[in-house]
């Protein structure tokens, strides 16, 4: 196999594995989001400790969003700028 086009191969396996880790950390954090959404409801309905569950949900979401935008915006920048394929 030539050069050219084992670094292709690499290439587009490191792509593959890049759109993978993105994908599946929204997939997480929504899901993430989507449960707390839950266990907030459920706490409300029965009437259990609701101030530490809007806690806990307050310091939580946002981080896991902001650590899936960061992961996002590092992976657009690097094919953004990238000088070759």
Known sequence: MSEVKKNKRVNDLIFTAQIMSVSFIWVFVTSLTVWIVRLLLLSIESKDAVGFSVAISLVAVPVFWILAGAL?????GLRRHRKTD
Do not use: L
């Open 72 to 76: 996002t915006y590092v992976f657009v």
